[in-house]
């Protein structure tokens, strides 16, 4: 028998679209929660558009399945249910009652329209648990804006502090490459979640509505650099590759590569210079310390890129390794996946997929000595579950599920996947 994973019995009514709330009810069915993740008939979860490139069949058709829904959207059952219509309305509270956790990103007000906002969902069931993640909160003067993750990345300081810096080529404010925003939202609100789980079972029964808003997370997310105005009053600046905390720390140029380098400490630097072949270095009363490398940031840089532009990117890298100093090759996505340790650890997984015969996805990084997360499925087809779910959990009949379907209340799809 399998063991349980920690959210084995707990059961999530995933209404969340794009990124941030799938994200985050990926995490849970990861863990071992049964999400039931709920699409509009027809058109399904916006992400799937969001391509190309999309996933291939076996013979290289295009399928519906873009790289940001594949994302996020694993190990769920999927439904099709419409939820402007009374019918799936009712079919979404009834599924409600049986869950512990509803999780939505829909535009403030909108689900209170459906009857499915919180307190509709509290009237049916006391002890749910329900997460709203929105752009700017239910509450404020911007509550009712919409808002996609550079809108988050720029207002929360992120964007201006990302980029080269002022005065160099290309410099100004630059987003970051992936959609950071949300899936720092989305992991707050995992984390909200887990919380509001565990004080319903250590301190009894009793609802919780989690407001998360995508701006807060992204402002909180700012950590160190947010610190550094609120006890100053000074505006960091951009960096460009360089880090926030020891000199030197960031990307050099060497004869046929780049490689970024870390001496954090006193004692890496040190090191540093003499695995670079400049032990002289450490020793200018400059660059002795940590502080007087931050007040002569700019000439300790120059010094160290002059150094490495006298050697080859991997004879560095193993005389910096060899030396204890952290430093590291700058990779591309290829070259991430292609990396000993990184397959060492298993960070790519595979699974069998419908169409494609078989998907790749990245793996969670959670490693669980015990009960490690061990069960991949395929993020579900629009609808592939509807039957299923319909049937199993709220004891519907075929002849009565295939009602729905005529009237276009809920669809399934080609691909019937099972409960399990």
């Not at 650099?225 to 960091?236: D, F, K, R, W």
């Amino acid at each position: 028998m399998t063991a349980a994973m920690p959210l084995t019995g707990y059961r999530v009514l995933d209404l969340g679209r794009v990124l941030a709330a799938p994200w985050a009810c990926q995490m849970l069915a990861d863990l071992g929660a049964e999400v039931i993740k709920v699409e509009r008939p027809g058109e399904g979860d916006g992400a799937r558009v969001y391509g190309p490139p999309f996933l291939r069949t076996r013979s290289g058709e295009q399928t519906r399945n873009s790289p940001m829904y594949l994302s996020a959207n694993r190990n769920k059952k999927g439904i099709a249910v419409d939820l402007s219509v009374p019918q799936g309305q009712k079919l979404i509270l009834d599924l409600a009652r049986q869950c512990d956790v509803v999780v939505e990103n829909y535009k403030v007000g909108d689900l209170k329209r459906y009857g499915l906002d919180y307190e509709s969902v509290k009237a049916v069931n006391p002890d749910i648990v329900y997460c709203s993640i929105t752009g700017f909160g239910q509450t404020g003067p911007y509550a009712h804006r919409l808002g996609y993750d550079p809108i988050f990345q720029a207002m929360s300081g992120l964007m201006a502090l990302t980029g080269h810096p002022d005065g160099a080529p290309g410099a100004g404010p630059m987003k970051a490459g992936p959609s950071i925003s949300d899936i720092i939202g989305g992991l707050f609100a995992d984390v909200a979640i887990l919380a509001a789980l565990l004080r319903r079972e250590r301190h009894g029964a009793g609802s919780e509505h989690i407001d998360l808003s995508l701006l807060d997370a992204s402002v909180a997310a700012m950590s160190h650099a947010a610190m550094h105005y609120l006890i100053s009053g000074e505006v960091p600046v951009r960096r460009g590759t360089g880090g926030n905390g020891g000199v030197p720390a960031q990307a050099y140029d060497c004869a046929d590569g780049s490689l970024f380098i870390s001496a954090g400490t006193d004692q890496q630097f040190y090191r540093m210079c003499a695995a670079m072949n400049d032990p002289e270095l450490a020793l200018d009363p400059r660059f002795r310390t940590q502080l007087g490398r931050m007040q002569h940031r700019q000439d300790i840089v120059g010094k160290v890129a002059e150094l490495a532009k006298r050697f080859k990117r991997d004879d560095l890298l193993d005389r910096l390794e060899r030396a204890d100093v952290p430093a590291a090759p700058i990779y591309d996505q290829q070259q991430v996946f292609d990396d000993a340790q990184i397959r060492h650890r298993g960070m790519v997984v595979e699974t069998p997929h419908d169409e494609a015969g078989s998907l790749r996805m990245v793996a969670n990084p959670i490693r669980f000595a015990e009960h490690p997360i061990g069960t991949y499925r395929a993020p579900p087809a629009i609808g592939e579950h509807t039957r299923v779910v319909l049937r199993e959990r709220l004891a519907l009949s075929n002849a009565e599920i295939d009602a729905l379907i005529a009237e276009g209340v809920v669809s399934e799809s080609a691909r019937t996947g099972s409960a399990e």
